[in-house]
């Protein structure tokens, strides 16, 4: 328990985050590649997130106003990226160079949309963890200064 | 009498350490507002700071067999609680990140508050060593 674990909680939010917005700008780059079978179209992605539990980090440390067995949690970690299993859009593009022998070319299962709505949500957590880093540098910088004249 | 930091800096020590623990909690409330399934916590602050002054007081639970639980640990244990959300979320989630933003920010300002108590107690214990 000290103001050194806000950093790591923040950092772990603002990684999320970052890499949430990274997949975004994937789907949103990929919204539009067209392929000749259900395979090799790109589906789009998503981050699975899970909260950090303390005892994971450091087991056995418990500090001041948390009893044993208690939980205080340490931040969020990305589980793994899972591809979305909407149905693929299928065009009829006969002139398409990737269409099939029936004519028709496989778009992704990007929902633009929705992707946007990610977007802003996404960036507004990075912000947010950035103003809680900025909040626990000040708490700190203060209480360095705890005596001085 | 003997002049011990315990007892010159009275409960603003007690507090200033409460008010870091909560603000861990909330900034990993904020961290996971994103996250399915995450519920949020909160310290009940006013109890610690009750078990904190009763053990500064000097009331407490004696123990008088080996069974017998520590009442008064560390000056202000507490349990973590879960929050009751204003609204249900389709994910399970029931950070209100708003709402903890705020308590954040209020947290760090208490936080001054307290530091300014305990920065003006050590100010006084200096003037008094100092004897000017």
Redesign the interface.
């Known amino acids: 328990?000290?103001?050194g674990?806000?950093f790591d909680?923040?950092g772990?939010?603002m990684t999320?985050?970052s890499l949430?917005l990274n997949t975004t700008a994937s789907n949103i780059a990929n919204a539009e590649t067209a392929s000749s079978s259900t395979d090799t179209t790109y589906r789009a992605r998503k981050p699975v997130?899970?909260?950090i539990q303390q005892s994971m980090m450091n087991p056995g440390q418990q500090?001041?106003?948390?009893?044993a067995g208690?939980?205080?949690?340490?931040?969020?970690r990305v589980e793994g990226i899972v591809e979305s299993d909407a149905e693929l859009q299928m065009r009829y593009e006969p002139h398409h160079p990737a269409a099939n022998e029936d004519g028709y070319v496989f778009y992704p299962n990007v929902n633009v949309v929705e992707e946007m709505a990610d977007m802003m949500?996404?960036s507004r957590?990075f912000q947010?963890?950035v103003?809680?880093m900025n909040?626990?540098k000040?708490?700190m910088q203060?209480?360095l200064?705890?005596?001085q004249? | 009498m003997a002049i011990t930091f315990d007892r010159a800096l009275g409960i603003h020590q007690h507090a200033l350490?409460?008010r870091?623990?909560r603000?861990?909690?909330l900034?990993?409330n904020?961290?996971?507002?994103?996250?399915?399934g995450?519920k949020a916590?909160d310290?009940d602050f006013q109890a610690?700071m009750q078990k904190a002054q009763d053990s500064l007081s000097g009331i407490s639970m004696e123990k008088t067999h080996a069974g017998h639980m520590d009442t008064a640990a560390?000056?202000?244990?507490?349990?973590?609680l879960y929050r009751v959300p204003d609204q249900p979320s389709v994910d399970g989630n029931t950070v209100d990140?708003q709402a903890e933003?705020t308590r954040?920010?209020r947290n760090?300002m208490d936080?001054?508050a307290s530091?300014q108590f305990?920065?003006s107690k050590?100010?006084g214990l200096?003037k008094a060593l100092k004897g000017e």
């Not at chain 1, 500090?63 to 009893?67: E, H, K, N, S």
């Not at chain 2, 904020?30 to 399915?36: S, V």
Request: net charge negative; charged share 10%; glycine share 10%.
């Open positions: 328990m000290s103001l674990n806000i909680i923040a772990s939010g999320a985050q949430r997130f899970s909260a500090g001041f106003g948390v009893q208690e939980d205080a949690g340490a931040g969020v949500s996404s957590s947010m963890n103003d809680i909040t626990a000040s708490m203060r209480i200064t705890l005596g004249q | 350490q409460a870091v623990q603000a861990e909690i900034a990993n904020l961290a996971n507002a994103d996250t399915p995450f916590r310290v610690m560390g000056g202000g244990d507490s349990d973590l990140a933003q954040f920010m760090a936080y001054q530091f305990l920065n050590f100010t200096t």
